[in-house]
């Protein structure tokens, strides 16, 4: 599609600013100091022909058609580095680098890879492709009791458990859920999940600029949401908690939503006789992007971790506000071939040179992108060949003797 | 009734394509049920000798300088008289790039049942496979003359090689004028580095062949086979391979006839575009890699003291 | 130019197909349907034809579940005019059936080129485009990777094996089996799709009773032997080696 002809002035100044503005204090980019902070902490900023700042300076200068025309946009991880330090804060992730991605979608501008995963997204509810009714699976080997599927059980719960994706799918992930599930058990937790009627929580997608598909993966969510009664909401995935807690009200698809750390951190009492295991190791948790920088969620985790017997916490060099993000949000979990090209490195193998640098035996991570990223890049780290990666699920499984 | 089989003969610049000796087993097996003889049917101009290692009992030779150049057109006209005039029991083409400009046409023209992708015969019956392979559909094979596309597979082409060379027959072909489809020029593939995913024997790399310089013992197997390295993600991010040789989500998806995997884990983004292979043997120290559910054969042999023995072997069989 | 692109619903291979009680077809039960992957590529090689040449796209599909979100996906990729085949598909819609219904309706279109995939996954009798070029009595080129345009014909590339591409000349009005487009299908953002959703139309076909003169008939649908998980070799190297020569005789690399 030849955009400047069949699309005049749809880049203008006035157009961009005016869909900006409609966004959540999307007006503070007026306020821009062209201070650099954004692109100069943005992970991938060195190899972005439109860094953050620079964007916003192509847009005071009327040329966001330039930005449009270059794919660095893509490069965007959706880390939150940026909103979190701009002094005059700006929603930058939200806003501008979201929205760039946006324009370009709608332009047909999209890496392959990234296409399909979007493309698998919208028809089978899960960007890997694969078939909603193997969605529970994953939880056919729990015993005592049996994981309560709502559609079956057709009976109030106490929690729903919203799974995820990778959670559900993919065979390492499905380690890390299994232990969850366990360690629910063990708690006695009157819990469900949606199974096959669950779709994507779509919050990725929605960074990667896909607006329609996540109001359509939330449309659905929502339906099946209304059709049993719960208490509260936990997700495994951090992503799954930001889209729950502050982008599906917006929808009005609203409900209490606890990432499963916060839930567990506040049942500590009932879990610490039962961390009758040692793990002896030195561990590094990674702070991960959507429950650190993006909900302030920094301690729950560290005090699940710390209640292990054994386990000694250590710190890696960015932790906490400006943790190192794995690589994995905004679209990045499928544009790794994209990536690479240009960068000839991985966030991942970056974060993993970190966690060996503090010291670590283990990486302990909260997030479902994390474990087969860092697996990978331990596997290509030299240093790193001995470093384990593991779920706080996992870790607390582990000790629980599960 | 004619129980006779056609084979639709493939060629190209000069050149049999082996779905020919398929055909031509598969017409020999039909022909054992309906007790007819096979003819292998040879279009085109100057290659009149060009059938001599069908196992057919007789070839028809149908020349004109207007079947120099396969075109559907010319070889659609061509073939609707002499099948009007024999009335065989069968025809069969290949599913191809030649075969399928031609048979749906045929059907058509002259009002003929068409059956596609047929891998085998049973007795009067073929079986054909459809769906990516999962599904196989079978029936009686309809009267009174059957159009058949073939996919290989269901025989060996040995069984359709015959030593002596059968009795070339010249057909009478009737003008060819206003053909609709004509060659401009062929144009040959580059030369420089493969497309794996049309290749049809692959030797895949991945993490567990550890460094740039292990390479070499594929490279070694490939040449001993005759066929063609490809690699993981890792191997290419490393650039121990070209980008070009790399199968995955983010490379190419392959359907080769053999895949064999050394030290690859099979990882979804890797496993989904292998899966069209028609065999997969993966070599694996971890027998939990999850590429043992996908492959046909595997081994956790350890690939560095499998791979030079297996080559070595290979070799001899080829008498080398 | 008016370019006209038949498509259809084929079963989607991701969901695990079962056959029904019959034992001769497909159970429909938990079967999904999508728009045939070449089927894809011929929408988009006409929207690439219509941007290099102008003219006008027309997409036409049999009745089948979803095919509403599928046309209206076409229309939001660039197709003109959307079109549903509707009529009693219930016995089974052969491609020589479908292909004898949209010859009587697109013959009237007066199409200069008509694009369809060159074959879909679960067909039996024949490629659509194949059959649909002879009841049109137009000229047929099958396994098309690329399009160009000159006066009253189309020049083509059509792919053979090995990667060997012939440069062929066909008159027009053709129909062309496409095997893959000159770009991949573009991606269309949802938010399109819904707009499409609210400002295109689908026109309405019916379809007169169908025969499905021209197949075979199926006795029997069933699924080839299934192997769980790899039949693993076992012993020293050499002798492992021994069996994999075994295996690539078998297999005809040896």
């Known amino acids: ?259 499963y750390t916060q839930f567990l951190a506040e049942r500590l009492d009932d879990i610490k006789p039962l961390l009758t295991h040692e793990v002896k190791a030195r561990v590094a948790y990674h702070d991960p992007c959507y429950l650190g920088r993006a909900n302030g969620v920094y301690e729950p985790p560290r005090t699940l971790l710390q209640a292990i017997p054994g386990l000694e916490l250590v710190e890696m060099s960015h932790n906490h506000t400006n943790s190192l993000c794995c690589g994995g949000g905004g679209g990045g979990m499928w544009l790794d071939g994209f990536q690479w090209e240009k960068a000839h490195t991985r966030l991942s193998e970056w974060r993993v040179g970190e966690a060996v640098k503090a010291g670590a035996e283990i990486l302990a991570v909260a997030c479902p992108y994390e474990p087969p990223r860092f697996e990978d890049a331990a596997k290509t780290v030299k240093e790193a060949s001995h470093l384990a990666v593991y779920e706080i699920a996992e870790l607390l499984a582990k000790s629980m003797g599960l | ?44 101009q100057n290659v009149q000798n060009l059938a001599d290692t069908l196992a057919a009992d007789a070839v028809l030779y149908l020349e004109s300088p207007s079947l120099a150049d396969f075109t559907s057109d010319g070889y659609c006209k061509a073939l609707s008289g002499l099948i009007g005039q024999h009335q065989p029991r069968a025809v069969l083409m290949g599913h191809t790039s030649v075969g399928t400009d031609v048979a749906g046409a045929l059907s058509v023209r002259l009002g003929l049942p068409l059956v596609t ?118 191997v290419v991010d490393q650039n121990w391979l070209p980008t070009t040789r790399l199968v995955g989500k983010s490379g190419k998806a392959v359907k080769p006839k053999l895949y064999l995997a050394l030290g690859i884990s099979g990882a979804p983004e890797h496993a989904e575009a292998i899966t069209g292979s028609n065999c997969i043997i993966a070599v694996n120290t971890d027998a939990a890699a999850p590429i043992f559910n996908i492959a046909k054969y595997g081994t956790t042999t350890d690939l560095f003291d499998l791979v030079p023995v297996l080559t070595e072997k290979v070799l001899q069989a080829k008498g080398g | 130019m008016n370019i006209v692109v038949p498509v259809k619903l084929v079963p989607d291979l991701v969901e695990e197909l079962t056959i029904d009680a019959s034992g001769a077809a497909l159970d429909t039960m938990w079967l999904r349907l999508i728009i045939n992957e070449l089927d894809d590529h011929a929408i988009e090689q006409a929207i690439l034809l219509k941007e290099r040449y102008g003219g006008q796209v027309t997409v036409l599909a049999p009745d089948s579940e979803g095919v509403d979100d599928m046309l209206f996906t076409a229309s939001a990729r660039g197709a003109d005019q959307l079109v549903k085949l509707v009529g009693n598909f219930e016995g089974g819609v052969n491609n020589h059936a479908l292909g004898r219904a949209l010859a009587a309706y697109v013959k009237d279109l007066k199409p200069d080129l008509i694009l369809t995939g060159v074959q879909a996954h679960n067909d039996l009798d024949g490629s659509i485009g ?125």
């Open chain 2, 117 to 234: 992708s047929v891998r085998h015969f049973e007795g009067d019956k073929f079986v054909s496979q459809i769906c990516g392979g999962k599904i196989m559909a079978e029936g009686e094979l309809p009267a009174p003359t059957a159009l058949i596309t073939l996919v290989p597979g269901g025989y060996k082409p040995e069984s359709g090689q015959s030593a002596q060379a059968p009795l070339v027959t010249p057909v009478a072909v009737g003008a060819l004028e206003d053909l609709r489809v004509s060659v401009r020029q062929y144009i040959e593939p580059e030369a420089g580095d493969v497309d794996i995913s049309k290749e049809p024997l692959l030797i895949a790399v991945g993490r567990g062949i550890q460094n740039q310089d292990n390479v070499v013992l594929a490279d070694d197997l490939a040449k001993a086979l005759g066929g063609v390295v490809c690699a993981s993600r890792p």
């Open chain 3, 130 to 254: 194949a059959l649909l070029a002879e009841y049109l009595q137009m000229p047929y080129v099958g396994y098309v990777s690329g399009v160009n345009l000159e006066t009253d014909k189309a020049v083509v590339r059509k792919e053979y094996p090995g990667g060997l591409i012939a440069e062929l000349e066909v008159a027009l009005p053709a129909v062309l089996g496409i095997q893959a487009a000159e770009q991949p299908p573009r991606y269309v953002a949802i938010s399109k799709v819904r707009q499409a959703m609210k400002t295109a139309t689908i026109e309405e076909h019916e379809v007169a009773e169908l025969d499905l003169l021209g197949g075979a008939v199926v006795s029997r649908m069933f699924q080839p032997e299934a192997a769980e998980k790899a039949t693993m070799l076992s012993g020293d190297p050499d002798a492992v080696a021994e069996q994999l020569i075994g295996i690539f005789k078998e297999l005809g690399v040896l």
């Open chain 1, 1 to 259: 599609m030849k955009t400047t002809e069949m699309q005049e002035n749809v880049f203008s100044r006035e157009k961009i600013y005016a869909s900006l503005f409609e966004l959540e204090n999307g007006e503070r980019i007026r306020t821009c100091l062209q201070c650099g902070s954004c692109s100069g902490i943005c992970p991938f900023g060195y190899l972005m022909e439109f860094p953050p700042s620079l964007i916003i300076a192509a847009l005071r200068a009327d040329m966001y058609e330039e930005v449009i025309n270059t794919e660095s946009v893509w490069m965007c991880v959706s880390c939150y580095a940026c909103t979190q330090i701009c002094p005059s804060q700006i929603p930058v992730t939200a806003a501008l680098m979201t929205h760039t991605k946006e324009e370009l979608l709608l332009a047909g501008k999209v890496p392959t890879e990234l296409q399909s995963a979007l493309e698998n997204s919208q028809r089978y509810g899960n960007p890997m492709g694969e078939s909603p009714r193997k969605r529970a699976d994953w939880a056919a080997s729990i015993e005592n009791p049996k994981v309560n599927i709502m559609g079956m059980i057709r009976r109030p719960v106490d929690v729903l458990w919203f799974v995820g994706d990778y959670p559900s799918y993919h065979p390492r992930v499905q380690l890390a859920t299994k232990a969850l599930a366990k360690v629910l058990n063990a708690l006695g937790v009157d819990f469900g999940i949606l199974g096959p009627e669950e779709n994507s929580d779509g919050d990725t997608q929605r960074l990667a600029g896909e607006r329609g598909l996540f109001e359509m993966l939330a449309e659905k969510n929502g339906k099946v949401f209304r059709k049993y009664k719960f208490n509260r909401i936990i997700t495994t995935d951090p992503h799954a908690f930001n889209a729950l807690k502050n982008e599906y009200p917006k929808l009005g698809i609203d409900y209490p939503v606890q990432h």
């Open chain 2, 1 to 44: 009734m004619n129980q006779d089989i056609f084979v639709v003969v493939e060629h190209l610049r000069g050149a049999l394509a082996e779905i020919s000796y398929v055909m031509m087993a598969a017409g020999r097996d039909l022909a054992r049920t309906t007790g007819g003889k096979v003819y292998a049917v040879l279009l085109g």
